[in-house]
């Protein structure tokens, strides 16, 4: 389903492929020159139905699925040794299929394949290094995993870098209020504590941190959008301007899924997107991805790459409100469940995982 609505008037059609075709463009102009003899550092970001990975004698073929009619057909190749062949293919939800021999001829050039599901939720299906970790990385990692002292130095850094981001991202992208300023104090108030305080425990962190938090994303409220075609295309009143980091559709505990509003929607895809890229990093590098040591591990969870995205969120926080409070967007951008959930549509959300 592509819409809120069902498709039931030519304008409505128009108006989602027009929007499609809008973004596509935009995720295509991102990115900047390369050196010559440089490989490409820009991810190839896949979306829709029937986007197709197969080999054809020798070389990698790729068909971008389609989201939208009409909609040009994209196609690349790729041979072994391309510099232009990108270090991490990312899938964006939509359908397909891809051939084992796909999977071998990327673990052999060193190119990662991850997915991003609809709702945000990352999934990485194949690193292009594999896991071939560094010796003393992992020494480095595990001991500090297990030592509770190393463990509150590492949150500890990691947290003060994320609240020095949030300062920058305050006085850079929110609009200049009361409100801002006890944000940026808040921030200054807790990374002054954190670099003096004794820590008994990573809850003494999250406390401090969880504090700032709150005020941080405060200073983002009345932030505006502006829309068009808002009368072929009405939305919510609620999504005019941002009213907070939470969901109202959680029930009465604050919780960041189930996005009810826009920029919500686009901060859960983008962390998801940065989620997917410092695990690949994290395994490239020689690291555990799944030895959190400020996140606890678990089987199913990239606890370490959760770590190194801490700092990291101020940094796609500017990169949407940039990207939010610059442009018009329409009801079209966006598909809204019965449930109430907000999520983007499949062009928007390969323009912002272009972002990050």
């Not at 197709?52 to 057909?73: C, D, M, V, W």
């Not at 003393?136 to 590492?154: G, I, P, S, V």
């Amino acid at each position: 389903m592509l819409h809120n609505t069902e498709i039931c008037d030519d304008g409505i059609a128009d108006e989602w492929a027009i929007r499609c075709e809008f973004w596509r463009a935009e995720a295509d102009k991102s990115g900047g020159k390369r050196r010559v003899r440089e490989r490409n550092s820009r991810p190839l970001i896949l979306t829709g139905h029937g986007t197709s990975l197969r080999i054809e004698n020798g070389a990698l073929s790729i068909k971008q699925g389609f989201t939208h009619y009409p909609q040009k057909a994209e196609q690349f190749r790729f041979f072994r040794g391309d510099l232009n062949l990108p270090r991490i293919i990312m899938l964006l939800d939509g359908s397909g299929s891809i051939s084992f021999d796909v999977l071998n001829w990327l673990g052999e050039q060193g190119v990662a394949l991850a997915r991003i599901q609809w709702g945000g939720e990352p999934a990485v299906f194949a690193s292009g290094a594999g896991f071939v970790g560094n010796p003393e990385k992992l020494r480095w990692q595990y001991e500090t995993q297990a030592h509770e002292q190393f463990r509150l130095e590492f949150g500890r850094k990691l947290i003060c870098e994320k609240l020095r981001n949030s300062i920058t991202t305050l006085e850079t992208r929110v609009p200049d209020t009361a409100s801002r300023e006890r944000s940026v104090a808040k921030a200054n108030e807790a990374l002054a504590q954190l670099q003096s305080a004794t820590l008994d425990n990573m809850s003494d962190i999250r406390a401090i941190e969880g504090e700032s938090a709150a005020r941080y994303f405060s200073a983002w409220a009345g932030i505006e959008m502006q829309w068009t075609a808002a009368r072929r295309y009405p939305v919510p009143d609620d999504w005019r301007s941002y009213r907070s980091r939470s969901s109202i559709l959680t029930g009465k505990k604050a919780k960041n899924w189930k996005a009810s509003h826009p920029i919500n929607a686009m901060l859960n895809y983008a962390y998801a997107v940065r989620v997917a890229q410092l695990q690949v990093e994290a395994v490239a590098d020689g690291f555990d991805p799944f030895a959190g040591i400020m996140h606890h591990s678990r089987p199913d969870f990239p606890a370490y790459a959760y770590d190194l995205i801490e700092p990291e969120r101020p940094k796609v926080d500017a990169a949407i409100l940039g990207f939010a409070q610059g442009r018009k967007f329409s009801g079209a951008d966006f598909v809204l469940r019965k449930d109430g959930v907000c999520r983007l549509s499949p062009q928007l959300a390969r323009a912002v995982a272009a972002l990050v």
